[in-house]
């Protein structure tokens, strides 16, 4: 059995920028993906999202920012691992066996990049919920904008990805129509604004009462008003309900099950780290651009900490590759 000098579990954003900073130090790397294909969440739950918040790059899709760090790891050797669930893992004399559901690796060490975990959507919690989602009346998240264009959608929520959404849908569907159980937004105060100039009607502070054959209903907070909207669509952003990777044993998470790392990446078990959003210490501030940052930190730790056979390569990425 291969033991490699480093196996990321998690090939989200994160886990693939480890991967390549990795490779380019000289480690031997490999990543298991539950999903079926590489690109976490942007690239499997919403490919044509865009996505604002990553240095140098101004605006980038789901799936175009998967297909970026794709082209950049292939720049180094590794091994990808996709549809597997990691099942238990466990100390050994040369550092970790990593069993899944498909086979079990080695590894002298183990990266978690996990995100937020196994994701389960948060629903309204209203009759007929289960009905519309198996009809495609009702999504969690969008796949395709095609899919509601020239219709009639309600977004639900109040943070920025339900803002983001129904900015972008602003130009596909015939209306968008904005239910907050809040009159405050959660969302950036540049998208709050951007949302409140376009044509997205916005409904607050509302909570959704009941779905009907027409669409939704609607009741003001604390009062029996209602307010009945025709819609084609539902797109609901309530958040996910999150477990995060319960496989290791006597592994500290705090209370929401994020991973608590020191300054340099490190659990509380020697040999295994993590970055990213499932990764938790003081002042953490959960975005993409952290997380890179974050699996430099990993690996750079991760050549102090480990015994290699072989010689780390040293040098800038500028004349590594040239």
Avoid: C
């Avoid at 975990?117 to 009809?135: A, C, M, N, Q, W």
């Avoid at 990446?265 to 975005?287: S, W």
Wanted: aromatic letters at 8%; zero cysteines; proline letters at 2%.
């Amino acid at each position: 059995m291969k033991n490699y000098d480093l196996i990321i579990i998690g090939a989200g954003p994160v886990g693939l920028y480890a991967a390549f900073y990795a490779g380019m130090r000289g480690l031997s790397v490999a990543l298991i993906e539950a999903f079926d294909e590489v690109g976490g969440q942007p690239q499997n739950l919403y490919p044509e999202k865009t996505i604002y918040d990553i240095a140098g790059l101004p605006a980038i899709s789901g799936a175009d920012l998967a297909k970026n760090l794709l082209t950049q790891l292939n720049r180094i050797e590794y091994e990808s691992f996709t549809g597997e669930r990691v099942e238990n893992i466990l100390k050994t004399v040369e550092g970790f066996e990593i069993k899944s559901d498909k086979a079990i690796r080695s590894a002298k060490s183990v990266l978690l990049t996990t995100g937020a975990g196994l994701i389960t959507p948060r629903k309204i919690g209203v009759e007929r919920e289960d009905e519309f989602y198996e009809s495609g009346k009702l999504s969690y998240f969008i796949k395709s904008l095609e899919d509601f264009r020239n219709q009639k959608v309600a977004v639900l929520g109040g943070g920025d990805s339900a803002l983001d959404w129904a900015l972008m849908l602003e130009d596909v569907a015939s209306e968008v129509h904005l239910i907050h159980r809040r009159t405050a937004f959660r969302a950036h105060e540049i998208t709050v604004e951007l949302v409140t100039n376009s044509s997205v009607e916005i409904h607050v502070p509302y909570v959704v009462s009941g779905l009907t054959d027409r669409g939704i209903e609607l009741n003001l907070v604390k009062s029996d008003e209602k307010l009945a909207l025709d819609v084609d669509k539902i797109l609901v952003n309530y958040g996910f309900l999150t477990s995060q990777l319960d496989v290791i044993e006597n592994l500290e998470v705090n209370r929401v099950g994020r991973i608590l790392v020191d300054r340099e990446m490190r659990t509380n078990i020697e040999g295994i780290y993590a970055a990213g959003d499932g990764a938790d210490y003081q002042g953490k501030v959960p975005l993409l651009a952290v997380g890179f940052g974050e699996a430099v930190t990993a690996v750079n730790t991760i050549t102090k900490d480990i015994v290699f056979e072989h010689s780390l390569r040293k040098g800038h990425s500028s004349t590594l590759f040239s």
